[in-house]
């Protein structure tokens, strides 16, 4: 094992944990993966976070050949997530309540809140129903996550995409406290949705700000600007 790749283990094993550190994840529901080599790593099956080490992921190819422990039972969609989508590397699925609650209704979270955009459109989709582990499963969560970083899996829980670990971290958080305030908005009754039009705006705004730039519009007058030396 190179140190890069232990270095990576050790990462990923330090998100696992923070998956039950931040309550998205329960006792040994929940699986990972990250890009690698010709293939991918991911958790291994019904191994506890707390235990688990960087030696217990599993190395996987394309071909669903694996070394080691028996990988996770989800991995035909971690598989499958990720070569069909070369813009991310990590895939992370987890059981979270709220994000789970919603889902067990079949239901997808609309733009209620503009941060709904933060997964790539106007809406948060949820996926239909299908045997955990299954191609089925696979095949929804591939619809359902067309365009967007994270999806719902129906009666299932969330799954939730980044480029880095990190960033697979905050979206699952993410999809959480939007579950959660999904939840608590309709005990008032069907919450307003945000009309396409304005999210566009608001996406466009995100996608600027993610090359470091303000969320103003190109050319607004009162844009701050960075002052000048003298």
């Known amino acids: 094992m190179t140190d890069d790749e232990l270095i990576l283990r050790q990462q990923m094993v330090q998100t696992c944990r923070k998956m039950n550190e931040t309550g998205i994840n329960q006792g040994t529901s929940g699986n990972l993966s990250v890009r690698f080599g010709d293939g991918f790593l991911i958790t291994p099956s019904s191994l506890p ?27 035909r969609f971690h598989r499958d997530i990720l070569k069909a989508r070369s813009d991310v590397n990590v895939v992370l699925h987890c059981h979270s309540a709220f994000a789970t609650s919603v889902a067990c209704h079949h239901r997808s979270i609309p733009a209620f809140h503009y941060m709904v955009g933060v997964m790539g459109g106007n809406s948060l989709r949820c996926a239909p129903y299908a045997t955990f582990g299954s191609q089925a499963l696979s095949d929804a969560a591939i619809v359902a996550l067309q365009d967007r970083m994270a999806c719902l ?46 999210m566009d705006r608001v996406i466009a705004q995100m996608r600027r700000m993610s090359y470091g730039l303000g969320p103003e519009d190109v050319g607004e007058k009162d844009a701050p600007r960075p002052r000048t030396p003298g």
Do not use: C, F, K
């Open 49 to 75: 976070y707390d235990v688990m080490e960087p030696a217990d992921l599993v190395e996987m190819g394309w071909d669903g050949n694996y070394a080691g422990r028996r990988p996770s039972s989800e991995w």
């Open 153 to 198: 899996l129906g009666q299932h829980g969330q799954i939730s995409l980044g480029t880095t670990l990190d960033a697979a971290l905050w979206m699952a958080v993410e999809v959480e406290t939007l579950a959660r305030m999904y939840v608590q908005a309709l005990a008032l009754g069907e919450p307003p949705v945000l009309p396409d039009a304005e």
